[in-house]
T-cell receptor, first 114, second 112 residues
Framework: GAVVSQHPSWVICKSGTSVKIECRSL??????MFWYRQFPKQSLMLMAT?????????EQGVEKDKFLINHASLTLSTLTVTSAHPEDSSFYIC??????????FGPGTRLTVL | GQNIDQPTEMTATEGAIVQINCTYQ??????LFWYQQHAGEAPTFLSY????GLEEKGRFSSFLSRSKGYSYLLLKELQMKDSASYLC?????????????FGAGTRLAVHP
């Protein structure tokens, strides 16, 4: 099956710093990658849709200047949380899709901002 | 707007059958996914329905009625490891893109 990896799996940072999370599709080329955020005991909230070579499409209420998304190749997308604050602490999950097929999810990155 | 309803919690006994219902109101509907998510882990794919009817895959089956905006996930021969959250996720087309909209999830507890 298709494999999606995320790095790092967990990160702790100080308030005001920036954190970059990588999402890679290991055995297929992903035309579209998605970034989700999940708070404890809540469902996944879509943050943005990322297509290779074009600007990401952000969901309503998601600050594009705070959550920078880059999709430079068909196998790599990055999410950078800029000037992180404790309220940004969450579980960030990416998924990747080729065409209109199912989405394959990465293992998630747990971000803790002190 | 988008609206997805599923029960918050369910409990069931090992070996039993449980049905998790999901109703949805979405624009640009293009099929519905069910995912399983264990605490602290990413979701894993269970099923996908695009046409009305029942899709069976081992112990798991999923049903879709597009006209009623209704789906259910049926789990048979429940095992302890089935204790997890089950996410109903309609696939929608918006702005030319396909994307999943997740429900809040149903936390299923299987007990001996």
């Amino acid at each position: 099956g298709a494999v999606v990896s995320q790095h790092p799996s967990w990160v702790i940072c100080k308030s005001g710093t920036s954190v970059k999370i990588e999402c890679r599709s290991l055995d297929f080329q992903a035309t579209t990658m998605f970034w989700y955020r999940q708070f404890p005991k809540q469902s996944l909230m879509l943050m943005a849709t990322s297509n290779e070579g074009s600007k990401a499409t952000y969901e309503q209420g998601v600050e594009k200047d705070k959550f920078l998304i880059n999709h430079a190749s068909l196998t790599l997308s990055t999410l950078t949380v800029t000037s992180a604050h404790p309220e940004d602490s969450s579980f960030y999950i990416c998924s990747a899709r080729w065409g209109a097929e199912e989405q394959f999810f990465g293992p998630g990155t747990r971000l803790t901002v002190l | 707007g988008q609206n997805i309803d599923q029960p918050t919690e369910m409990t069931a006994t090992e070996g039993a059958i449980v049905q998790i219902n999901c109703t949805y109101q979405t624009s640009g509907f293009n099929g519905l996914f069910w995912y399983q998510q264990h605490a602290g882990e990413a979701p894993t794919f269970l099923s996908y329905n695009v046409l009305d009817g029942l899709e069976e895959k081992g112990r798991f089956s999923s049903f879709l009625s597009r006209s009623k905006g209704y789906s259910y996930l049926l789990l048979k021969e429940l095992q302890m490891k089935d204790s997890a959250s089950y996410l109903c996720a309609p696939n929608t087309v918006s702005g030319g893109y396909n994307k999943l909209i997740f429900g809040a999830g149903t936390r299923l507890a299987v007990h001996p």
